[in-house]
Nanobody
Framework: QVQLVESGGGLVQPGGSLRLSCAAS????????MAWFRQPPGKAREFVGA???????FYSDSVKGRFTISRDNAKNTVYLQMNRLKPEDTARYYC?????????????????WGQGTQVTVSS
């Protein structure tokens, strides 16, 4: 079992930056594939990016080149650095974890979820 707690959301102007954090409980954080998803208002939850246990990252086309995922296994934390934010990035952002090997873009592949943190991009 692992518990995930996101933080760092807020209101930011277009073109701005935010860094989200996801703190995980437990002593086996390094064995989890960690991912970020987001859910815009009135829409389905969508894949943003993920980090393998070895730190390899993969991103959706919509955020590639603007968002960066990193993980600090010593702190049991994964980060999502978001740069050049756009109004269409407005969503509730969720951290997710799985012990399955590989990187998955499907919601159903992840076993553990945080409560999410709201990101609003608006002038």
């Amino acid at each position: 079992q692992v518990q995930l707690v996101e933080s760092g959301g807020g209101l930011v102007q277009p073109g701005g930056s935010l860094r989200l954090s996801c703190a995980a409980s437990g002593r086996t954080f390094s064995s989890y594939v960690m991912a970020w998803f987001r859910q815009p208002p009135g829409k389905a939850r969508e894949f943003v990016g993920a980090s393998s246990t070895g730190g390899t990252t993969f991103y959706s086309d919509s955020v590639k080149g603007r968002f960066t995922i990193s993980r600090d296994n010593a702190k049991n934390t994964v980060y999502l650095q978001m740069n050049r934010l756009k109004p269409e990035d407005t969503a509730r952002y969720y951290c997710a974890a799985t012990t399955r090997a590989g990187i998955y873009t499907s919601v159903t592949a992840y076993d553990y979820w945080g409560q999410g943190t709201q990101v609003t991009v608006s002038s």
